[in-house]
């Protein structure tokens, strides 16, 4: 399995998980996931993943900067329906100057009740062999920006807060 850039958490990655069911306003004409909501439960992802690791909007603006989204990349693999139960995986490669990639996959989980509560949790690594229910595959390039705009090196202590989190057990 590949995720859009061709790539897969290392064993022991830090990886964001967060669980989002379906709803009925989300299906299009066809009766599945509309194509462009994908995006918000990917940024959902990417926003909670930096909570997570202690980096809200006011932690952010410690470090004198925002991301914003570069490009986007994704491959629909297959529908997902109203009532479905997504797990949607995220981590991120190392960055490069002012740029990092966030990857994603999209997975149905028939295992989770339709009740599972909308969660986030981090992980070490994860396990998606066996998987049969891929349903979509994704990356974004975000930029750093400092408060005008501008690109800048991400801060080494910044992305510290993504690969060394406290994990609980």
């Known amino acids: 399995m590949r995720t859009a ?3 897969l958490p290392e064993r022991d990655a830090t990886v964001f998980e967060t669980v989002v069911r379906v709803r009925f306003n989300e299906v299009d004409s066809l009766g599945h996931v509309n194509n462009a909501v994908y995006f918000v439960y990917l940024e959902q992802a990417a926003i909670d993943h930096a909570v997570a690791v202690g980096l809200g909007t006011a932690r952010l603006a410690e470090f004198g900067g925002a991301f914003l989204a570069y490009r986007h990349e994704i491959v629909y693999l297959r529908p997902a329906f109203a009532g479905d139960i997504l797990r949607v995986l995220t981590w991120l490669d190392g960055p490069q100057g002012a740029r990092v990639t966030r990857h994603y996959l999209i997975v149905k989980d028939s295992d989770l009740p339709p009740a599972a509560p909308i969660s986030g949790r981090l992980l070490r690594g994860c396990d998606i062999s066996g998987v049969e229910s891929l349903v979509a595959q994704a990356s974004t390039d975000w930029v750093f920006t400092n ?6 090196r991400i801060p080494p202590d910044l992305m510290r807060l993504f690969y060394e989190p406290e994990i609980p057990e």
């Open 5 to 7: 850039q061709g790539r």
């Open 147 to 152: 408060n005008v705009g501008r690109p800048r």
